[in-house]
Every structure is written in C-alpha cells, then in structure tokens.
C-alpha cells in the first residue's frame, strides 16, 4: 500500500524511490519465495497422506471415510494454494521488474540500452534509409540468467512427480492384468 501511494505521488526525476522500493520490496521477495516453496510442500504432502489412506490403507472401505468430501477438500485447497501462489509471485514480479528497470536506467534517464532501446540520429536514420526497423539500431539483448531459478527444487518436484506417476502405472497396470484374467485372455 505504501508503494502505491509513492507512485501515485508527483513524478520523481531520479531512481531514489525506485531503489527505496528495491530495498523494502527484497525481503518480501525472497519470504515469498520461500512461502510458495513451504505451501507447494504442504500440498503434497497432504494429497500424498490422502492418497496413502485412500489405497495403500483401503480407507474407502471404513464408514468414516467420506470419499467425496475428500474429493471435494482437496479441490478446495488446490484452488487456495494456486490463488495464494498467484498473490505472492507478484511480489517477487514487482521486485524484479523494479530492480531490471533501475539496473537499465540507474539515472532515470533514457539511454542506450542493447535489446531494448537506442539513441539514434536523422543522419544514423537517413544512413539505414530511412528505415524505423528497431532491430537495425538496437540489437539483440544478451541472454538473461534466472537467479531465481532453483534447481533443486525443480529437480526435488519432476522426482516427486514420477515416483508417484511410477506408482499409478504399476496399480493401471495390475488392473489392466486382472481385466484381462477375467476375460480369459
């Protein structure tokens, strides 16, 4: 809220409330990222403990076990965490769109910048003939690294994601052989 009150103030001629807003928005960045990390865990940990009790503890069988309602909640929190991930990635947005704008322009002021802009002159134009083609002035921007980018926890969740794609397919494929037992074949 605070931010949005210092954008809406009058127009600054430096990048000093940029940088203060880098400065308060980093921390957020970088608990939002961690949030996200412990609510994608929870989740599945809680549909791994469902799923445990649905088959390996043949839940469905006790009167108890209220198997829509299970349906039901774990749809319920898949829609909340997909909305409270949504809300915390824009902090992390915010921050990095900050900080790619102030490391471009650290004086607040239009300059060259290879992949996005460039300074061109009447004569560099008539010298292209006359041509507004923006790739003729500006170039093509470096690749950018993602330093967000967490390899391990990448790694962790396609692990997780096919031991338990493993699991299905041995229990489709046991009922695919007790199918065809029962049809004779």
């Given at each position: 809220?605070?931010?949005?009150?210092t954008?809406n103030q009058?127009p600054?001629?430096?990048?000093t409330?940029?940088?203060?807003?880098?400065?308060?928005?980093?921390?957020?960045a970088?608990?939002?990222?961690?949030l996200?990390?412990?609510?994608?865990?929870?989740?599945?940990?809680a549909?791994?403990?469902?799923?445990y009790?649905?088959?390996?503890?043949?839940?469905?069988?006790?009167?108890?076990?209220?198997?829509s309602?299970?349906?039901?909640?774990?749809?319920?929190a898949e829609?909340?965490?997909?909305m409270?991930?949504?809300?915390l990635?824009q902090?992390?947005?915010?921050?990095?769109?900050?900080?790619?704008?102030?490391?471009?322009f650290?004086?607040?002021?239009l300059?060259?910048?290879e992949?996005?802009v460039?300074?061109?002159?009447?004569?560099?134009?008539?010298?292209?003939?006359?041509?507004?083609?923006?790739g003729?002035?500006?170039?093509?921007?470096?690749?950018?690294?993602?330093?967000?980018?967490?390899?391990?926890?990448?790694?962790r969740?396609?692990?997780?994601?096919?031991?338990?794609?493993?699991k299905?397919?041995?229990?489709?494929?046991?009922?695919?052989?007790?199918?065809?037992?029962?049809?004779?074949i």
């Amino acid at each position: 809220m605070q931010e949005q009150k210092t954008w809406n103030q009058e127009p600054a001629t430096n990048n000093t409330e940029l940088h203060t807003a880098i400065d308060r928005l980093a921390p957020l960045a970088t608990t939002s990222r961690d949030l996200i990390k412990q609510m994608d865990l929870a989740y599945k940990l809680a549909v791994r403990m469902i799923d445990y009790c649905d088959t390996d503890l043949d839940a469905r069988k006790n009167d108890k076990w209220d198997r829509s309602a299970v349906v039901k909640a774990r749809k319920t929190a898949e829609t909340n965490r997909q909305m409270a991930v949504e809300q915390l990635k824009q902090v992390r947005y915010f921050h990095k769109q900050a900080f790619w704008l102030a490391e471009r322009f650290p004086d607040a002021e239009l300059r060259d910048v290879e992949g996005l802009v460039a300074l061109v002159d009447r004569t560099k134009i008539e010298a292209n003939d006359w041509s507004l083609t923006p790739g003729r002035y500006v170039g093509v921007a470096p690749e950018e690294v993602d330093e967000d980018f967490d390899f391990e926890e990448a790694l962790r969740e396609i692990h997780l994601e096919l031991a338990g794609l493993n699991k299905e397919a041995v229990g489709l494929a046991g009922k695919i052989a007790q199918n065809f037992k029962e049809l004779g074949i």
